[in-house]
């Protein structure tokens, strides 16, 4: 127990942590180009605000969520997804009273009890953005077309758009009774979990993972098909924008979406890796959210991309994620005193910028040099005897086995001239 970490957890250890850099750094990269701005909330929120906001008849908050009693008693829960908070964070904070559109983005790490297994943890990491104030199914596709630049950027093929309309309050209740008149037939065959959407949230159904609910729903009543005028213009204008920018999709009225909160579009970006597919990012629009959650009405729309799913993505499709850098150099020491002088010149170079390595085990002048090549140091930097009484060191070029004796004062300007970084 003591060793090893909590199930469905994992450590990204220094030989994957470059990789998460590298994403990490892309995505900011397309956010920033995209005009989106960095949100940061907390890991824990009131649990509340997940169960008012996610639904009770959800996965997530059934029977996905990290929830604890702290010391003084209040309940907690551990995020387990990222609109909620962010939309805590934008009422307390009034950020709907800035010029509109309210354009977010964040890195978090996510909490669900759900069974491990390959692309799902317990604690998992989402790229996620959101704007809220503007109802312009552009806004729709600008979204989309993020996520997908965020692929495209990282070089990910095989991937396939799904769209589809959930509807919103207004047409959602007539499909509801459309719906539970094709299901009552049908309730001895659904599990319990579906007795209770039923009763509160019947489209939910349709997204049951039980295969003998799936039998059930098979020709079910889709939204798409009932939707009220005003969501299936706004649904046209989505695919209108889509095709103007030249994103391709697939329209996918069975996209119904873990979260309750959704409204008009709900969509989903699909990894094809040998025929089996994996759901990389999925998000929507949630007109009413900010309202129920006690803020103005404000509408929103954003995605949540998952990133172990994208990085391993990444590594299926043998995609090349730059190395971490090299070291410029190593100090190799000949006896004591050199070490001792080693330590001073490691300092200097270090403070000009340059990734500088020395060993700090006494290791024999052959085991230092093999040590260099292990950590595949561009220079050596060698400290002898004649280099202690002439006042200088040895700069052995790598590359192109060229010795050159250096004074210390012009060491770090000759590297930097070497690396090209003068
Ligand atoms: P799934 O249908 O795979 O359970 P979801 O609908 O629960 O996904 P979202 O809540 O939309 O997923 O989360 C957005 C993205 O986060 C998913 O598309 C997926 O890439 C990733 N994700 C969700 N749950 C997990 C998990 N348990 N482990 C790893 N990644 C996950
Ligand atoms: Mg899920």
């Known amino acids: 127990m003591l060793t090893k970490a909590p199930r469905g957890t994992k450590d990204i250890l220094p030989k994957q942590s ?60 551990l995020k387990p997804e990222g609109t909620a908070p962010v939309v805590r964070a934008l009422i307390e904070n009034k950020l709907y009273a800035d010029a509109q559109p309210t354009k977010l983005y964040y890195i978090t790490p996510i909490f669900r009890y759900e069974r491990p297994g390959a692309g799902r943890y317990r604690q998992h990491h989402q790229f996620g953005i959101e704007v809220f104030g ?30 589809n309309s959930v509807g919103c309050p207004k047409c959602r209740v007539k499909y509801n009774e459309l719906l539970k008149q094709f299901l009552e037939p049908k309730l001895d065959n659904l599990c319990g979990t579906c ?61 119904v979406r873990g979260l309750d ?82 330590y001073k010149i490691i300092a200097e170079l270090r403070d000009e910028g340059i990734l500088s390595r020395i060993d700090y085990l006494d290791r024999s002048v052959k085991a230092q040099f093999k040590y260099a090549n292990k950590v595949n140091a561009r220079f050596r930097i060698i400290l002898g005897e004649e280099e202690l009484k002439n006042e200088t060191v040895t700069l052995k070029d790598s590359l192109t086995s060229i010795n050159e004796e250096l004074t210390l004062d012009e060491l770090a300007i000759k590297i930097k001239e070497k690396l090209g970084r003068a």
């Open 195 to 255: 007795h209770t959407r039923y009763e509160k949230n019947p489209m939910r159904i349709i997204d049951c993972k039980n295969d003998s609910c799936q039998v059930q729903v098979e020709n079910v009543p889709l939204m798409l098909d009932n939707i009220c005028e005003e969501c299936s213009s706004h649904f046209e204008g989505v695919k209108k924008y889509l095709k103007i920018i030249g994103i391709d999709f697939v329209v996918d009225p069975k996209i």
């Open 18 to 77: 470059y990789k998460w850099h590298y994403v990490e750094n892309a995505v900011r990269e397309i956010a920033e180009r995209f005009g989106y701005s960095e949100i940061r909330t907390p890991i824990f929120e009131h649990t509340e605000l997940f169960e008012r906001s996610i639904g009770e008849t959800t996965d997530i908050v059934g029977k996905e969520m990290y929830t604890f009693e702290d010391r003084g008693e209040r309940s907690i829960t």
């Open 134 to 163: 503007a109802i312009n199914p552009a806004v729709d596709v600008e979204v989309m077309h993020l996520a997908m630049s965020v692929y495209k950027k990282l070089g990910l093929k095989n991937l396939e758009l799904r769209i």
């Open 261 to 342: 909160y959704y409204t008009k579009t709900a969509f989903e970006i699909l990894s094809d890796e040998q025929g089996k597919k994996g759901t990389l990012c999925g998000g929507g629009r949630y007109d009413e959210l900010v309202k129920q959650c006690g803020g103005p009405k404000t509408p929103g729309i954003g995605f949540g991309m998952g990133l172990e799913r994208l990085i391993a993505s990444l590594e299926t499709q043998g995609i090349e994620i730059p190395k971490p850098k090299q070291p410029d150099i190593f100090i190799v020491t000949m006896s004591d005193e050199a070490r001792e002088k080693g």
